[in-house]
C-alpha cells in the first residue's frame, strides 16, 4: 500500500499573491496529477506529469504552474490568485498514465482567498 | 471528447434499502468507465471500474454497476444501504485508447436516513 500526502490541508491566501501547494506520494507510481473540486462539480484536470520533469497541461492549466523535479513530489503554484478559484485541490497518482489505470487521491487541500 | 452526466445531485435512502445512482456517459467507442467515492474529509477512493467485456461489474464492499452501451449508461447498484456509505459517489469515463483522458461527473451526494 502507500500514501498520497496533500500540504498544506488548508490554505489561506490574500488575492493577487502566489500559492504554493505540494504533493507526495510513497506508491513509486509513475504518473501524478493535480484536480480542481469545485463544490457541486466534478473534478477538472489541472496539470499532469508521466514522470520525473514531465509536464502536461489540462483542461483548466490557466492561472497555474506544475513541478515535477522528483517521481515522489508533484507541486501546483497559483499564480496569482482569485477569489473565484476558491475550491478543494486533489493530488493523485497512478501507476502510468494509460486510459484504465486507477487514480489514487490524497485528501486535498482547501485554498481560500481573501 | 467524452462526457459523464449524473443527473442526481443528492440522492436519500433509509438504510437497509437498495440503492440506484445514475450515470449517462458520452463516448464514440468502447470506453473504460469507474465509480468513485469520497467520504466526507477524505481523497476519491476506487469502487469499481468496467473494462469491455462483462457488463456487471462488482466492486468493494457490496456495490456492483451495469454497463449498457444500448442507453449509454453505467449506474451503480447496492442491494442494502448501511449508514457508513454516505458519501459523494463520482462517475468518471475515460477514452478506450489514446492515452489518458478522464472526465468525471459532477457527483451524487448519498445520505443514508436511518
Known amino acids: 500500500g502507500g500514501i498520497i500526502t496533500q500540504t498544506p490541508k488548508f490554505l489561506i491566501g490574500q488575492e493577487g499573491q502566489k500559492l504554493t501547494l505540494k504533493c507526495q506520494q510513497n506508491f513509486n507510481h509513475d504518473t501524478m496529477y493535480w484536480y480542481r473540486q469545485d463544490s457541486g462539480k466534478g473534478l477538472r484536470l489541472i496539470y499532469y506529469?508521466?514522470?520525473?520533469?514531465?509536464?502536461q497541461k489540462g483542461d483548466l492549466s490557466e492561472g497555474y504552474d506544475a513541478s515535477r523535479e522528483k517521481k515522489s513530489s508533484f507541486s501546483l503554484t497559483v499564480t496569482s490568485a482569485q477569489k473565484n478559484e476558491m475550491a478543494v485541490f486533489l493530488c493523485?497518482?497512478?501507476?502510468?498514465?494509460?486510459?484504465?489505470?486507477?487514480?489514487?487521491f490524497g485528501s486535498g487541500t482547501r485554498l481560500t482567498v481573501l | 471528447a467524452q462526457s459523464v452526466t449524473q443527473p442526481d445531485a443528492r440522492v436519500t435512502v433509509s438504510e437497509g434499502a437498495s440503492l440506484q445512482l445514475r450515470c449517462k456517459y458520452s463516448y464514440f467507442g468502447t470506453p473504460y468507465l469507474f465509480w468513485y467515492v469520497q467520504y466526507p474529509r477524505q481523497g476519491l477512493q476506487l469502487l469499481l471500474k468496467?473494462?469491455?467485456?462483462?457488463?456487471v461489474v462488482q466492486g468493494v464492499n457490496g456495490f456492483e454497476a451495469e454497463f449498457s452501451k444500448s442507453n449509454s449508461s453505467f449506474h451503480l447498484r447496492k442491494a442494502s444501504v448501511h449508514w457508513s456509505d454516505w458519501a459523494v459517489y463520482f462517475c468518471?469515463?475515460?477514452?478506450?485508447?489514446?492515452?489518458?483522458?478522464?472526465?468525471f461527473g459532477s457527483g451524487t451526494r448519498l445520505l443514508v436516513s436511518p
Open positions: 506529469s508521466i514522470t520525473e520533469n514531465d509536464l
Open positions: 468496467y473494462y469491455p467485456g462483462d457488463p
Open positions: 468518471a469515463v475515460s477514452r478506450g485508447t489514446g492515452g489518458y483522458k478522464v472526465v
Open positions: 493523485a497518482s497512478s501507476l502510468d498514465w494509460g486510459s484504465a489505470e486507477t487514480l489514487y
